[in-house]
């Protein structure tokens, strides 16, 4: 079995696997995880290894306590990838980018694939079916374009992330929803399109924290799924595993 640690700007995502199933997945702040990961290895006593994704802060006094006891790898730019990378700056590639695509090589073997995670940056990267990641790209989220929005102009207002009633908006605040919702949307069925005309046998995976509401709106036929991202790191510590 194996422990999943998916570091984030405030929270943390721990989540135990055994072989592909997920069999625990919980989601603590920074500050608890030693608790928690002393606390999972006391139920999940057959828990040897563990992978840490840090996008957020980790002191190293944390590693070196989860270290005491499991074998712990760290994904950065210099780990072992089930896929050939030829994005022309790798050590400036995200550790959530490349643990979604690994998690497209597990889930869609040999296959032209279009993953697009919605959180804080709306994320596309693409691997064909000679497993190449080609690269992608990166674009504010809904909540970053929510604040943008607020932050800087004067009279705007900070609003919660609403599904507009209509596409033209009768109120300064319908207006916002309807300019970022929609915006959104239409930018994601956009790329689709764009990618289809080049690769018709596109497989597209959407995940992240935006990824149910946005589903249900996309014209485009997509696999969603929330848990994706440690998917793709528990692959990843598999295929380190059996190296």
């Known amino acids: 079995m194996n422990l999943i640690i998916d570091v984030g700007n405030s929270f943390v995502k721990l989540a135990v696997f055994k072989g592909d199933q997920i ?4 989601v603590v702040e920074i500050n608890l995880i030693l608790e928690r990961v002393k606390a999972i290895k006391y139920k999940f006593r057959t828990v040897k290894k563990a992978i840490i994704s840090s996008v957020g802060k980790l002191s190293e006094t944390d590693v070196k306590v989860i270290s005491l006891y499991f074998k712990v790898l760290i994904l950065n730019s210099d780990t072992k990838l089930p ?10 590639l995200g550790v959530d980018r490349m643990a979604l695509v690994s998690a497209s090589v597990n889930h ?24 190449e990641h080609l690269g992608g790209a990166i674009s504010p989220g ?10 800087l102009t004067a009279n705007l207002p900070l609003l919660d992330t609403d599904l507009p009633n209509n596409i ?32 018709s046998d596109l497989t ?15 014209k485009s036929s997509i696999f969603a799924t929330s848990n ?9 510590l598999q295929f380190n595993s059996n190296e």
């Not at 300064?172 to 289809?196: A, F, P």
């Not at 597209?204 to 996309?218: H, M, P, W, Y």
């Not at 994706?228 to 990843?236: A, R």
Request: net charge positive; charged share 25%; aromatic share 10%.
């Open 23 to 26: 069999k625990h997945k919980e």
């Open 83 to 92: 896929y050939t990378s030829l994005y022309k700056t790798p050590k400036t």
């Open 108 to 131: 869609s073997p040999n296959k032209n694939v279009l993953i697009i995670d919605a959180g804080t940056c709306i994320t596309y990267d693409f691997i064909n079916q000679m497993n």
């Open 142 to 151: 809904l909540r970053m374009r929510y604040k943008s929005l607020n932050n």
């Open 168 to 199: 033209i908006g009768i109120s300064t605040e319908e207006s916002i929803h309807s300019g970022i919702v929609y915006g959104v949307l239409k930018e994601i069925d956009g790329v689709i399109e764009d990618y289809r005309r080049k690769y």
């Open 204 to 218: 597209v995976i959407l995940t992240g924290g935006d990824g149910n509401f946005l589903s249900k709106q996309l």
């Open 228 to 236: 994706f991202l440690l998917e793709g790191l528990n692959f990843i």
